[in-house]
């Protein structure tokens, strides 16, 4: 038996910061429930760089100093066609990581103000397979916790 076939993959993300784990038990008899230690490996994926339409992250046609006449609906409306295009990039990246990998259970941590727009741009058939999703924002959880939070879930998650 391969060590992937009982591993999850994990995939914690918010607009600006993705991580992505393999969490398996190091006796590999099966997921749930784990009481021993876990094996939890970041995952290397190829860097696909996220390319926004303003270099230097400032609008088209703006430099550092200038102002432009533009009304805040305007702002409003460059703020969620920007961040459209970063959760469309998010969901490509996570249908490449699993594509990648032998294991095709997965979970999700991403806070809820992008949480369902994400998932609804990922595949139905990746959508499957989501064994927890986490409405928070837990890019920056220590190794110990995500193996509590993902191999070791209560019961309601």
Excluded: Y
């Amino acid at each position: 038996m391969r060590p992937q076939e009982h591993s999850k993959i994990v995939i914690l993300t918010d607009l600006g910061t993705f991580r992505a784990f393999r969490l398996s038990p190091k006796n590999n008899d099966s997921l749930a429930p784990h009481k021993g230690p876990a094996h939890i490996e970041e995952l290397d994926f190829p860097t696909e760089e996220w390319k926004s339409d303003r270099p230097g992250g400032f609008p088209q046609g703006k430099s550092i100093g200038e102002t432009t006449s533009v009304s805040p609906g305007e702002n409003h409306h460059e703020k969620s066609d920007h961040e459209k295009k970063r959760i469309a990039f998010l969901a490509r990246k996570i249908e490449t990581i699993l594509s990648h990998e032998d294991s095709r259970l997965w979970c999700l941590a991403a806070p809820e103000a992008i949480n369902k727009r994400l998932l609804a741009k990922v595949s139905p058939e990746t959508c499957e397979f989501l064994a927890i999703n986490l409405k928070a924002d837990l890019t920056h959880i220590s190794l110990r916790e995500l193996e509590e939070r993902f191999l070791n879930p209560p019961a309601n998650s």
